[in-house]
């Protein structure tokens, strides 16, 4: 059994669009996944700019891999090191913790998970100057 971050079953971050390292729609990870992808988020405009912009074009198609690229709103498994990444951007995009995968507290400090949760009346994005 995969746990979330609070040590309880891993519940589907997405499965339209598919996602996850292993497609099933779940953020699961093990040594395989070298990039460790965990953390499950809903992403926006100004992450998918980011990424993109730092060389992960997440919002283009893909037909090949059959990935037919981000839209903001979608959920997506997400590499800790790049949420993290996009933290210190100031464009981190909010986490379903119940989906994201217990394995992205190695990274990420549960106390900026929390503050990033997702919650249905929040803003686009949340960024954060916290240290940690």
């Not at 997400?78 to 464009?91: K, S």
């Not at 995968?101 to 916290?130: C, G, R, V, W």
């Amino acid at each position: 059994m995969h746990t979330n971050i609070y040590g309880e079953e891993l519940i589907p971050c997405s499965t339209n669009p598919m996602t996850g390292f292993y497609r099933n729609g779940c953020c699961q990870t093990d040594e395989d996944d070298f990039d460790v992808h965990s953390v499950c988020v809903i992403v926006t405009d100004a992450f998918l700019t980011f990424s993109k912009s730092v060389g992960n074009d997440l919002s283009t198609p893909k037909p090949q891999w059959s990935f037919p690229g981000l839209v903001p709103g979608d959920r997506w498994c997400l590499c800790a090191d790049r949420w993290l990444e996009a933290f210190y951007a100031g464009v981190a995009p909010y986490v379903v913790l119940e989906a994201t995968h217990e394995k992205t507290l190695d990274y990420i400090p549960i106390k900026l998970l929390i503050e990033h949760a997702y919650m249905s009346n929040a803003p686009e994005i949340h960024s954060s100057s916290s240290e940690f």
